[in-house]
T-cell receptor, first 113, second 110 residues
Framework: NAGVTQTPKFRILKIGQSMTLQCTQDMNHNYMYWYRQDPGMGLKLIYYSVGAGITDKGEVPNGYNVSRSTTEDFPLRLELAAPSQTSVYFC????????????FGPGTRLLVL | RKEVEQDPGPFNVPEGATVAFNCTYSNSASQSFFWYRQDCRKEPKLLMSVYSSGNEDGRFTAQLNRASQYISLLIRDSKLSDSATYLCVPEGAAGNKLTFGGGTRVLVKP
C-alpha cells in the first residue's frame, strides 16, 4: 500500500492563478481531510469528506473547493490564489469508526507570489 | 475555551532527562485520544493512542484524566531524536473528525 499520496510536492503560483492539489489513498478509507499548516502554527481543517459524494466545510474553507467522486480521491481546488494561501497542505484519511487513527500524506508546499 | 489547548513550549530537555507536558480538551464526550509527532516540515505521524486511562509504549507514557479533562505525555530517557512537536488529538464529538492541538515543541539537547 502506498498510503496517502499527494501531488505536487511543491508549487509556486502567481496571484490569481488556480490549481488543484491532488490527494489519493489506497486504504479504502471512508473519511478524508484537507488541512493547511502555516509556519510555526498548528493544523487547520479546510474541508473533509465522510464518503464519496459527501463533503463538508472545516474551520477555514474560504478560497477553496473540494469534490469526492470516488473513495480514493479527494482533490482540493484553489480558484484565485492569494498570498494568504501560502502554506503547507496536508491531506489525510481515516477509516470510519471511533478509535481509529488518521494517516497523513507528505504534504504540498504552496507559495503564492 | 478552545477545543484543545497545549503549551507551545519549547521544552528544552537535556539528553537522558524526563519531560512531561499536558493537553487540555473541552469536549467531555471525547472517547479516544491520540498523540502525534511532527518533525519539522514533515507530516504528523501517530505516536500513541489512548482509549482508557492511559497507555505506555517504551519510553513514552500517556495518562488521561477525564475528571479534569486533560491528557499528558511523558518521555523518559530523552533522545536527541525525540526533538519534535507533539500534537494532542482528541476525537471530535461526532466521531467523524479529529481536532488537532497546536502542539508542544520539545528540543532535546546534548
Amino acid at each position: 500500500n502506498a498510503g496517502v499520496t499527494q501531488t505536487p510536492k511543491f508549487r509556486i503560483l502567481k496571484i490569481g492563478q488556480s490549481m488543484t492539489l491532488q490527494c489519493t489513498q489506497d486504504m479504502n478509507h471512508n473519511y478524508m481531510y484537507w488541512y493547511r499548516q502555516d509556519p510555526g502554527m498548528g493544523l487547520k481543517l479546510i474541508y473533509y469528506s465522510v464518503g464519496a459524494g459527501i463533503t463538508d466545510k472545516g474551520e477555514v474553507p474560504n478560497g477553496y473547493n473540494v469534490s469526492r467522486s470516488t473513495t480514493e480521491d479527494f482533490p482540493l481546488r484553489l480558484e484565485l490564489a492569494a498570498p494568504s494561501q501560502t502554506s503547507v497542505y496536508f491531506c489525510a484519511s481515516r477509516i470510519r469508526g471511533t478509535q481509529e487513527t488518521q494517516y497523513f500524506g507528505p504534504g504540498t508546499r504552496l507559495l503564492v507570489l | 475555551r478552545k477545543e484543545v489547548e497545549q503549551d507551545p513550549g519549547p521544552f528544552n530537555v537535556p539528553e537522558g532527562a524526563t519531560v512531561a507536558f499536558n493537553c487540555t480538551y473541552s469536549n467531555s464526550a471525547s472517547q479516544s485520544f491520540f498523540w502525534y509527532r511532527q518533525d519539522c516540515r514533515k507530516e504528523p505521524k501517530l505516536l500513541m493512542s489512548v482509549y482508557s486511562s492511559g497507555n505506555e509504549d517504551g519510553r513514552f507514557t500517556a495518562q488521561l484524566n477525564r475528571a479534569s479533562q486533560y491528557i499528558s505525555l511523558l518521555i523518559r530517557d530523552s533522545k536527541l531524536s525525540d526533538s519534535a512537536t507533539y500534537l494532542c488529538v482528541p476525537e471530535g464529538a461526532a466521531g467523524n473528525k479529529l481536532t488537532f492541538g497546536g502542539g508542544t515543541r520539545v528540543l532535546v539537547k546534548p
